[in-house]
């Protein structure tokens, strides 16, 4: 059955309820049920009042049905099969469906493949689970096409056709399921099951192990950026990065005490080297779950941040979900139910330090408690930004099926955790009157950004081929809505600062992160000091830019002091962000779709709509090749040589030169930010 009910178009078979209705500019939303109760989330999407600018555009002869949004309409036949159309009529996406008849016994031939087949494969497949549910497969034809987004996973393809990915969180991965296509269109799998997609040769495929619901949303676009404004428009953007966040973060894996994390910032001072934040990572607390600096090490937190303030440095501190059976809040929490519930076995999540289980944030009343405890232990003293730690959350033991939160079990909702994590933070500030709320998360989903999410890509590894990985997971993070991002400069896992190799390798992260949306050193180096008391964590070695001798603190201070001069630009492109969704750090075709050859680079992106930023990824690189696209001329940033776009550069990389183009109506300014000396200013 075909109908149009309120502006929408909906279909009904055999006990299955599809509802395609306009949201937000040029966008569908897709949503299907088996069961009699519909579901009513809007997961990713942010709350408001579906439509579009053509909105109620529906229309059916009984066999066919038709929806238009501005640039995109769907068709659906009475087989219950759906196509998607830009405004040519060219396809954008068709269900994957083979022996597909109509009711009358007419075998239907696929729009874009024009054959049918005897495999009795349906496109949209409900298997029910015993006791209730369904495990949800969807299938779409697969074309001619590159895909970018997805979010974050830690493999260097930043084309991900021909991947295949999880939809679930973990440590380094962060899976925010939204692709852009060359085809000209953005899609949105809305729904927090943990799950996989393939996007293969033959055939795309979408699949959650545990669901009640099918909802996804397209959107068709003329250019990448439009697609993304239309995203952005539909899920939230992210807030104005606030101006103290755009300078140079120094971290550590652990600064034991007060002391010692205000002597660094003190010592940044002394060699006249801006710091613009400071961090207190983990186990500065008393027991996990208390979430309060340990008072023998940390024995007056206000004044401290008053020091650092009155340097113009910012403190920011970590927190993590996870609490200890012995700590002061557990049994409150547990009578509560503001904590993770196991469905087997011990309530334990994890194992790191002590038993520990998460806090429960998709429970309004645990983040409510969470929030109260943070206010009372940090925020009162000071504290304006916060590193959401285990942001996932992270197991112990990755079974997912084992877990279950208060709105439901993790394998059908876990992946929203970390949105919720945010959630939690931004709704607490935000009740304090604080704008521009910006906090430091390990993982995101799809509609984060709109809580001031800023993502670092986790625990890596600390080598060149690591630093290649977070290239690509950084450009597909922007590409997927999440335009604040970050890496741990240098890696996390190992790293000596005595070892040469180990110091390129910073050196040429270092340069590179200058040109990210935040520019943030951290690292658990070696080797290990000794605890500071027993039942602590060591401390890695010193992380800071003295640290690896004259000649790298140089190059980090040089490029510091870049990063300083941006300011203007990098204020003018976080405004753009904040009002589009446009990211920060994007591939080179988003700025030039025009050019064939951008679509294919994959070691060179845009910072920003005007500076070319190539990075050197391989040890021992004297010269790398950097392609400047076409369509307009471009000045070496270095040099102030010009050269016209189209072509490709072979460019000298010394260890304290990263290749940068930057666009020749630009102007001097921004010339004068990168090198004072060429711009002749």
């Known amino acids: 059955m075909l109908r149009i009910k309120e502006d929408t178009l909906v279909y009904a078979f055999d006990g299955e309820k599809v509802v395609i209705e306009a949201w937000g500019p040029n966008a569908l939303r897709v949503q299907a049920s088996c069961s009699s109760v519909f579901p009513v989330e809007n997961w990713a999407l942010a709350p408001q009042s579906p439509g579009g600018q053509s909105a109620g555009a529906a229309e059916t002869d009984g066999q066919t049905g038709w929806i238009r949004n501005g640039k995109i309409t769907a068709k659906i036949n009475k087989s219950g099969k759906l196509t998607f159309y830009n405004q040519q009529g060219g396809i954008l996406l068709e269900e994957y469906a083979r022996n597909f008849k109509d009711f009358a016994g007419n075998v239907e031939a696929s729009a874009s493949s024009g054959f049918v087949s005897p495999l009795n494969i349906n496109a949209r497949e409900w298997k029910p689970i015993l006791g209730g549910d369904y495990e949800l497969t969807v299938r779409f034809e697969s074309r001619d096409e590159r895909l970018y987004g997805m979010g974050q996973y830690q493999q260097p393809f930043l084309n991900i056709k021909g991947c295949e990915l999880e939809l679930a969180q973990r440590n380094s991965q962060a899976s925010v399921p939204f692709a852009v296509s060359s085809l000209g269109y953005g899609f949105l799998w809305n729904n927090p099951a943990v799950g996989r997609v393939s996007f293969a040769r033959n055939v795309t495929t979408w699949s959650v192990r545990s669901t009640k619901f099918l909802d996804y949303w397209i959107t068709a676009g003329d250019t990448p950026a439009e697609i993304l404004r239309n995203y952005a428009a539909a899920t939230g953007t992210a807030p104005m990065m606030p101006d103290w966040a755009m300078g140079f973060w120094q971290c550590k894996l652990r600064y034991e005490s007060q002391e010692e994390l205000l002597e660094v910032a003190r010592k940044y001072k002394r060699l006249n080297v801006p710091l613009s934040v400071i961090v207190a990572d983990f186990f500065h607390w008393t027991k996990q779950g208390e979430w309060k600096f340990e008072p023998k090490y940390w024995p007056d937190p206000k004044a401290m941040v008053d020091e650092l303030e009155a340097m113009g440095v910012k403190l920011v501190v970590s927190v993590w979900p996870t609490v200890e059976r012995q700590s002061e809040n557990w049994s409150e929490m547990e009578e509560k139910g503001f904590l ?20 429960d944030m998709t429970n309004p009343h645990a983040r409510v408690y969470l929030w109260g405890k943070i206010k009372q232990n940090l925020y009162d003293c000071g504290v304006r930004a916060f590193w959401l ?14 877990y279950r939160y208060s709105i439901g079990p993790v394998i059908q909702i876990g992946n929203i955790y970390p949105l919720m994590y945010a959630k939690a933070f931004y709704e607490g500030m935000t009740a304090e009157g604080q704008g521009n709320i910006l906090n430091l998360l390990r993982c995101a989903w799809a509609g984060s950004q709109r809580y001031g999410a800023l993502v670092w890509s986790g625990d890596i590894d600390s080598s060149f081929a690591s630093m290649r990985r977070q290239l690509a997971a950084g450009l597909n993070m922007g590409l997927a809505g999440i335009p604040w991002w970050t890496t741990d400069i240098g890696g996390f896992h190992g790293g000596n600062p005595s070892d040469p190799g180990f110091r390129e390798c910073f050196a040429r992260w270092f340069a590179w992160g200058a040109f990210c949306p935040v520019m943030r050193v951290h690292g658990d180096r070696q080797p290990h000091k000794e605890p500071q008391a027993p039942g602590l964590p060591a401390s890695g070695a010193d992380n800071e830019i003295w640290s690896y001798g004259p000649e790298i603190q140089k190059i980090c201070e040089k490029y510091i002091a870049i990063r300083m001069r941006m300011k203007p630009y990098l204020t003018q492109i976080m405004a753009e962000t904040h009002k589009t969704g446009i990211p920060v750090m994007r591939p080179l075709f988003f700025d030039f779709p025009d050019d064939p050859r951008a679509w294919e680079i994959e070691d060179a992106y845009m910072f920003g709509p005007d500076i070319l930023v190539a990075p050197v990824l391989y040890e021992r690189t004297a010269v790398r090749d950097v392609y400047l696209p076409a369509g307009v001329r471009w000045k070496d940033a270095w040099t102030g040589e010009t050269f016209l776009g189209g072509t490709v550069c072979a460019v000298e990389t010394p260890l304290d030169k990263i290749p940068l183009f930057i666009r020749e109506t630009s102007g001097s300014p921004l010339q004068f930010a990168v090198n004072p000396v060429a711009s002749g200013v």
Do not use: K, N, Q, S
């Open 340 to 359: 993770v519930r196991a469905d087997r076995g011990p309530r334990i999540g994890m194992t790191f330090m002590a038993d520990t289980m998460h806090c």
């Open 389 to 402: 730690d285990e942001a996932e959350p992270e197991y112990t033991v990755y079974d997912f099926d084992l």
